[in-house]
């Protein structure tokens, strides 16, 4: 079983939409996640940690469910612009382990 | 500005050659990583170094050599490689501390290799 599974998608949306991906992590001692974004031929960049009580930045709100292992990005008002592979990220100790899922490719359509 | 630089950003090789990619970061991270990313495929981790010691090799083949001198600095040395070795090569760095295990991954903007 992988660690981290996620819908590859597309999601295909009219601008303007909101748009709600999961993301399942399958080792329980996992104690870090993250919401990364990635453009075509460019490298992951981080778009939000996820925190236990869920939180939000601008038009992004990530929640973490712990007992289910599941994490969940909410983009809201979608811009042409969110276009791209959302990554779903989990990091387990020791040794600065990072498993990441294969990604969530985002269409956002005029 | 990502804090981590990776050089060249394109290389273009031989089967045959010897080549270096080399990527420093400027972020006092203690722990540093090698991916592979073959076109429309997955992120695929390749070593790891924490502290400059290995502490994880994904079943790289032998043509693809890391070196970690010091905690900013990471090579891949790369020798009679593959066409199918033809990808972006990223790194990434990271912070191990106790207690603040909220750290991400940060990336360079990656090499692209073809091999002909």
């Known amino acids: 079983r992988k660690e981290v599974e996620q819908d590859p998608g597309p999601f295909n949306v009219p601008e303007g939409a909101t748009v709600a991906f999961n993301c399942t992590y399958s080792?329980?001692?996992?104690?870090?996640f993250f919401w990364y974004r990635q453009d075509c031929r460019k490298e992951p960049k981080l778009l939000m940690s996820?925190?236990?009580s869920g939180n939000e930045d601008g038009r992004f709100t990530a929640q973490l469910n712990r007992a289910s292992q599941y994490i969940s990005l909410l983009i809201r008002d979608s811009k042409l612009s969110d276009s791209a592979t959302y990554l779903c990220?989990?990091?387990?100790?020791?040794?600065?382990?990072?498993?990441f899922g294969s990604g969530t490719k985002l269409n956002v359509k005029p | 500005e990502t804090g981590v630089t990776q050089t060249p950003r394109h290389l273009v090789m031989g089967m045959t050659n010897k080549k270096s990619l080399k990527c420093e970061q400027h972020?006092?991270?203690?722990?540093m990583y090698w991916y592979k990313q073959s076109a429309k495929k997955p992120l695929e981790l390749m070593f790891v170094?924490?502290?400059?010691?290995?502490?994880e090799n994904n079943s790289v083949p032998s043509r693809f050599s890391p070196e970690c001198p010091n905690s900013s600095h990471l090579f891949l040395h790369l020798h009679t490689l593959q066409p199918e070795d033809s990808a972006l090569y990223l790194c990434?760095?990271?912070?191990?501390?106790?207690?603040?295990?909220?750290?991400?991954?940060?990336f360079g903007d990656g090499t692209r290799l073809s091999i002909l």
């Open positions: 990434a760095s990271s912070q191990d501390w106790t207690g603040r295990v909220r750290q991400p991954q940060h």
């Open positions: 080792n329980s001692a996992s104690q870090s």
């Open positions: 996820v925190y236990s």
């Open positions: 990220v989990v990091k387990r100790e020791p040794f600065n382990k990072f498993y």
């Open positions: 972020l006092g991270h203690n722990a």
């Open positions: 170094y924490n502290f400059k010691e290995q502490t």
